[in-house]
């Protein structure tokens, strides 16, 4: 490739949609070119916060609660309108045995309009429930086209709510070293590990065996931003202890790569390593040594 990738097409690679030769050459392309990389790290960063501020709209409601609250202000509306009707009755009594003397009962002029209630109060044209089913409305669609490439709305929803929330990060010892981790669910089975400026030749500790989460672990200082089905580790202002990855056997597919580098594939009960990367079994655990990390391009 020697032109820029389109954003859809750098999408549908974060998104694993490529496959083959295809994938291949957005991987090549993406080793060469910073602005490619800021690109994808962008559109990464947008799906990041905009699934963390979906993720809110699945909360659980209390039905029964908000079925009370609403019976509560229909019951309010009810006694106002009624207060509304016998203040304006007592008001208009005079006026309206005034008009009988001057119109036949039941005339048309003596019927309420169609914009116009028996009291006399002008009807709303907009309903509470439909103000509520359009804001819902508004929503789904914004939502969905949040998730489009090149959708304007990605960017507005990006600017708005900023990046995702700050994961959830456990401390613990491990041999003597401090270490900071994190847990992240599977996504259609899959897990993409990525770890940033790691140390030379940094060694990666695999093991199988957990639940259905993969489970990271690195030196306290590593930072963290997670997504369903991805985790990334910048290990800039992290010490020199060891990587720990648990990996769950109920996962399909997980990717480790450093920055935009594949690593290790594990899939099918078995580990893929790329060309030129060193690794050895320890016991129960696949440990690999990290290559020196390529230089920025210019």
């Keep these: 490739m020697t032109e820029h990738v389109e954003e859809g097409t750098l999408q549908a690679w974060l998104d694993d949609e490529l496959q083959g030769a295809a994938a291949s050459d957005v991987a090549r392309h993406l080793e060469q070119c910073a602005a490619c990389r800021d690109v994808a790290q962008d559109l990464r960063a947008l799906e990041s916060g905009t699934t963390a501020h979906l993720l809110h709209l699945q909360e659980k409601v209390d039905l029964d609660a908000a079925r009370w609250r609403v019976r509560q202000r229909r019951a309010a509306r009810r006694d106002a309108e009624k207060e509304a009707g016998r203040e304006e009755g007592r008001g208009t009594e005079r006026e309206g045995m005034a008009r009988a003397g001057r119109h036949r009962p039941g005339s048309q002029q003596d019927r309420p309009g169609p914009q116009q209630t028996r009291s006399g109060a002008p009807r709303k044209g907009w309903s509470r429930r439909r103000s509520v089913a359009a804001a819902a409305m508004l929503v789904l669609v914004a939502g969905g086209a949040a998730a489009l490439p090149g959708s304007p709305i990605r960017a507005w929803i990006g600017d708005a709510m900023g990046g ?135």
């Design 164 to 298: 995702a929330p700050e994961p959830e990060v456990r401390t613990a010892t491990v041999d003597g070293e401090a270490m900071a981790g994190v847990a992240v669910g599977l996504r259609d089975g899959r897990v993409e590990i990525i770890l940033r400026a790691p140390r030379p030749e940094a060694e990666v500790e695999i093991r199988v065996g957990g639940e259905d989460r993969v489970e990271l672990q690195a030196p306290v200082g590593t930072r963290y931003s997670t997504a369903p089905g991805r985790v990334e580790a910048d290990l800039a202002g992290a010490g020199d202890g060891p990587l720990l990855i648990l990996i769950p056997s109920s996962a399909r597919e997980v990717h480790l790569a450093v920055e935009r580098r594949p690593i290790m594939t594990w899939s099918g009960g078995t580990f893929r390593l790329e060309e030129g990367i060193p690794a050895e079994t320890r016991g129960e655990a696949m440990v690999i040594r990290l290559p020196t990390p390529d230089p920025p391009a210019l």
